[in-house]
């Protein structure tokens, strides 16, 4: 998670800064939402998963 802080944080930097760099910034700011999002993905079917692994142990029991 601190990387994708770290993207987003100079791609808003760069904006900022430079108009020329706008192009590298937009694209590094959208890469990091990218990993962000497939992170919490990641995070959410992971718990879902256990929630799913636990409920059909429970209707077995």
């Not at 800064?17 to 079917?45: D, E, F, K, P, R």
């Amino acid at each position: 998670m601190p990387l994708v802080g770290v993207l987003v944080t100079v791609g808003v930097g760069s904006l900022l800064v430079n108009q020329s760099m706008s192009q590298i910034a937009m694209l590094m700011m959208i890469v990091g939402i990218l990993i962000a999002c497939l992170m919490v993905s990641a995070l959410v079917t992971k718990q879902m998963r256990g929630w799913m692994i636990n409920q059909i142990q429970y209707y077995i029991r």
